[in-house]
């Protein structure tokens, strides 16, 4: 599969996600609580498939192969989207240390909780969206047939470190999701 249509399709599941969290943002606006464990999920989830399996694809294979084929005409660029990446991990941390406070209902603990995956959906949006629109199509452009198949094995290789079936366990992990935080009363 091309590189870059793995890493859009990996995208779409990061939306997918970020559409549940959302949602369940809404819930607890609403009154309505979803369980610790739902936190829990979402938290594995990013750190498993979006910052591990995704975001390592990008910043270690991608963003390393631009690079060099732009000799440092757009570093800048890339260094705010591996900025964005460490601030979504901060995100992450900080969504995962209000879990048990909101578990207790505390109100400052749930607010953090609130506050961070705003934050964290927010940024990631906007950080898929530059990559889907600006990065990607500039790497189709840059990149040659030889450097793609680089790509590709250095893919495969995550592929196979990761298991081969990890997009789909993580797929399912947030279809879990939405159906925990779609069925509160």
Request: hydrophobic share 35%.
């Amino acid at each position: 599969m091309d590189p870059i249509e793995t890493l859009s399709n990996e995208h779409g599941l990061i939306r997918q996600f970020l559409d549940v969290l959302s949602l369940a943002a809404e819930k607890i606006e609403d009154g309505q609580h979803p369980s610790e464990a739902f936190f829990e999920k979402g938290v594995e989830f990013a750190r498993t498939f979006a910052d591990h399996y995704h975001h390592f694809k990008e910043e270690h294979v991608l963003f390393v192969q631009l690079a060099q084929k732009k000799q440092g005409e757009i570093d800048a660029q890339l260094e705010a989207l591996r900025y964005e990446h460490e601030r979504g991990r901060s995100l992450v941390t900080g969504i995962e240390t209000a879990i048990p406070g909101y578990a207790e209902r505390d109100p400052i603990k749930t607010g953090e909780l609130l506050e961070n995956m705003a934050a964290y959906v927010s940024l990631l949006r906007h950080h898929i969206h530059v990559e889907d629109h600006v990065f990607y199509p500039m790497t189709k452009k840059t990149l040659n047939e030889q450097e793609f198949e680089a790509i590709a094995q250095e893919f495969d290789k995550q592929h196979e470190k990761h298991g081969h079936d990890t997009f789909e366990k993580c797929h399912k992990m947030v279809v879990d999701m939405g159906s925990i935080v779609t069925h509160l009363t």
